[in-house]
């Protein structure tokens, strides 16, 4: 699978979890994806989270967080104040948009 098609697939997980106001771990998506390891969603959760940032959404890939600590990884530097990102994230109304498309990846992977 492509890259933005794998993102596809994350923003669909992602917004399921929003709308049930709930965060998922790395390992948890991994799980999903069938994939054998967490260390593998840092190009996959950029698209989303460069997607999110251009079209002024909240941070969706706020909601991926490491099973120990509880926060995103390092590398999402939209996130600005985490309890607040995810609050606004729960309140979007995901599935109330045009749903996005595979293309709508295509420019950030």
């Known amino acids: 699978m492509t890259r ?10 992602l917004i399921s979890k929003a709308d049930n106001q709930s965060t ?21 959760l950029d698209c989303i989270m460069r997607y999110c940032d251009k079209n ?3 941070p969706l890939t706020s909601l991926v967080v490491n099973k120990t600590t509880g ?13 607040l990102d995810q609050q606004a994230v729960f309140e979007h109304k995901w599935f109330a948009m ?11 992977s």
């Open 24 to 44: 998922i771990t790395y390992g948890e998506l991994a799980d999903y994806l069938g994939f054998a390891g967490a260390g593998v969603f840092a190009p996959l």
């Open 56 to 58: 002024g959404l909240p």
């Open 98 to 108: 045009y749903p996005v498309q595979i293309t709508d990846f295509k420019e950030f």
């Open 4 to 13: 933005s098609e794998r993102a596809m697939q994350i923003w669909q997980i």
């Open 71 to 83: 926060v995103p990884g390092d590398g999402l530097t939209t996130i600005k104040n985490l309890p």
